[in-house]
């Protein structure tokens, strides 16, 4: 149990077109989702907390218009990355909870490369 | 401030031995969550093993144990009978009470030797 799925796993973009990451839950219904960035050889850094039907929470630094969550449904939350840039090229990685307080599940993560 | 220190940035065992990984934390709240996931070299976060503050025993799962030291604030992950495929990054993390967000450690990379 507690799977999350994430989709793509890979994508290659010219600078300035929008990317579009999902996140799943496979077999749980996930009250809030979470979105990280983590560059090479570095710790996961939380971008932002989003919630079935509500805004996102977005921490400080991360651009609200450039990375645009949406969490539709209590098995989907979205990521789009806006005119990416070539220093948006990263690892994305999402997880999903089902209840707060508890452990969170990870997908297994898009790597992005804008050009 | 709520804080995670991993400080072993590398480590090398040799296969079918016991490994520890270290983890320190630096809370004031009085009940928190403490977590380990491994990161192999395909990116994804392998959640291992989950330790309650309150929880008496150390948590074990499999061939993962932790040795919790609430005294000492130290949550130390040992992986008994090193595999091959054991080989990937280690992260400790803390969720304290109250809030919703993981605090993570810098990570500890384990390469298990043949």
């Known amino acids: 149990g507690a799977v999350v799925s994430q989709h793509p796993s890979w994508v290659i973009c010219k600078s300035g077109t929008s990317v579009k990451i999902e996140c799943r839950s496979l077999?749980?219904?996930?009250?809030?989702m979470f979105w990280y960035r983590q560059f090479p050889k570095q710790s996961l850094m939380l971008m932002a907390t989003?919630?079935?039907?509500?805004?996102?929470?977005?921490e400080q630094g991360v651009e609200k218009d450039k990375f645009l969550i949406n969490h539709a449904s209590l098995t989907l939350s979205t990521l789009t990355v806006t005119s990416a840039h070539p220093e948006d090229s990263s690892f994305y990685i999402c997880?999903?909870?089902?209840?707060?307080?508890?452990?969170?599940?990870f997908g297994p993560g898009t790597r992005l490369l804008v050009l | 401030a709520q804080k995670i220190t991993q400080t072993q940035p590398g480590m090398f065992v040799q296969e079918k031995e016991a490994v520890t990984l270290d983890c320190t934390y630096d809370?004031?709240?009085?009940?928190?969550?403490l977590f380990w996931y491994k990161q192999p070299s395909s990116g994804e976060m392998i959640f291992l093993i989950y330790?309650?503050?309150?929880?008496?025993q150390n948590a074990t799962e499999g061939r993962y144990s932790l040795n919790f030291q609430k005294a000492r604030k130290s949550a130390n992950l040992v992986i008994s009978a090193s595999q091959l495929g054991d080989s990937a990054m280690y992260f400790c993390?803390?969720?304290?009470?109250?809030?919703?967000?993981?605090?993570f450690g810098t990570g500890t990379r384990l390469k298990v030797l043949a």
């Open positions: 997880s999903a909870q089902a209840d707060l307080q508890e452990t969170q599940y």
């Open positions: 077999d749980f219904q996930a009250t809030t």
């Open positions: 989003s919630n079935e039907g509500s805004k996102a929470t977005y």
């Open positions: 809370t004031s709240d009085p009940s928190y969550g």
């Open positions: 330790q309650g503050s309150y929880d008496q």
């Open positions: 993390a803390i969720l304290p009470s109250g809030t919703y967000k993981y605090i």
